[in-house]
Every structure is written in structure tokens, then in C-alpha cells.
């Protein structure tokens, strides 16, 4: 968990946790636009388990760089910043001055309509939802499992079991079969695969060890 937010260390935790001092300058650069973005975008929101929400894209970023081998600058910074329209559309027109207007498109395709228009879900987002994730190019689709894979980790702590129960069942028909069909892709989607698997495999041994 990061201090206060946009305090010096703040800003040098998630820069550790990208591994930017080892990008080439520009990149280097980006980095740190992307750091104080993300500090901003997610500054005073929580998840559901009650942490403070940086941490997710934090969790995210670390799954792809340490367990799926990913070192692209532009893809970690998509793992920093997938959920930051999400949870606060009004820094679209910010993040395309800092970091452009092709990672904010890419952004925007990594986030449901529902979030973007600021409205409540409706019936049929999520069939739209899926649809959408469906056709998202590699980069941002890896960077969608990495996501899956820390949600899967990380929602046994919510206080809410509907919550879970949505994600799993959201798991078993679209994400799960979406990552297997993505494994001929890149050895980086079929790892993803593999460990998405894998966490769910974990996540039922579990289930089924407390009656869940």
C-alpha cells in the first residue's frame, strides 16, 4: 500500500513497482506522466474489500511483468491505468494530453460503455460488455486476463458474495473460454491462459474445501 497520494514516494512506489528505471529516456518520461495520472485517477476510491483502489492496477502490473514475463513499456502502463476511466472518465481529456490519443482509444476499448456515459447499468451492457472485451487487440487483451487473474485473487475478500458469485459465472462463460482461444496468439496470452486456469482451479479446490 502507497502513502498519501501524490507525495515523492508515492510517485517513486509506482515507478518501482513498472520497473521504469530500466526503460529507455522516453519511456522513462512516460512513466512518470503515467505515475501522476494514475495517482490522480484513482486517488480517494476504494474497492469493494476496502483497499485503496491504486492497488488493483498496482497488483495487475506486477502479474504481468513478474508472472507473465511482460517488460513493454507501453503494455505495463495500460496494466497501470486500464481501470482509470473507470472509475473516473472526467481525466479522458488529461490523459490524451499527457500519454496521446491512441492509449486513451485503447483505453476506452478496455472500458464498458455504461462506466464511460456515467450512467447505471443496463440490460444489455453486459452482452454489449463482452462483445467489446471480444475484440480487443492482444496488448490490452493480456492486460484484461492479468486483471481476471488478480480479481480472482483478490475478491475472496469482498464482503459481498453476489459479487463473486457474478465473477465467476462471468469467468466460467466468457473469460475463461475467450483465454483459451487467445493462447495461439503470443506465449505471453498462452501463460495468461494458463494461470487464469490455473487460479480457478485454485479458487474451486478452496470453494470446495469450505462448502462454498
Known sequence: MIPDPMSPAETTAVLH????????EADRSRAKEAAALALTAYAGHTRDQGTP????PLAVVAILRTELAVNAPNTLLLGLLHDALEVSPSAAPLLTTRLGEDFVTVLQAMTPDHRLE?????LGDEAAWRAKT???????????LADRIH???????SPDP???ERFITALIEFYLPLAESARPISAQLNAACSLLQAEYERYQHRAGETGA
Open 151 to 157: 480479481n480472482l485473487r483478490d475478491l475472496q475478500n
Open 17 to 24: 513497482v513498472l520497473d521504469a528505471s530500466t526503460w529507455p
Open 134 to 144: 471480444s475484440r480487443l487487440a492482444p496488448e490490452p487483451l493480456l492486460v484484461r
Open 53 to 56: 483502489y491504486i492497488d488493483h
Open 118 to 122: 456515467q450512467r447505471t447499468k443496463q
Open 162 to 164: 453476489s459479487r463473486l
